[in-house]
């Protein structure tokens, strides 16, 4: 598996002292790049498990959570 190529830092959704959550639009071995949402370390030198999703995978998700009463599972 080749490096990534993060071609975009799209949004950083959560910043700590050990990583950070971070949305970026990445190639993959050199194919069309994709959304992925994982954590990196704060200087980019180490990444961790993550999600990598088609722009149409993206807006499902974004409608799924859209749709999502977060005060139900409190």
Wanted: charged share 30%.
């Amino acid at each position: 598996l080749k490096n990534p190529d993060v071609q975009r830092s799209v949004q950083d959704l959560l910043d700590n002292t050990s990583h950070i959550y971070v949305i970026n639009l990445i190639s993959w071995n050199e194919k069309e790049p994709k959304y992925d949402i994982r954590d990196w370390a704060p200087d980019h030198s180490r990444m961790g498990k993550g999600v990598t999703l088609t722009a149409d995978e993206l807006a499902a998700l974004k409608d799924l959570l859209a749709g999502i009463d977060l005060d139900s599972f409190e």
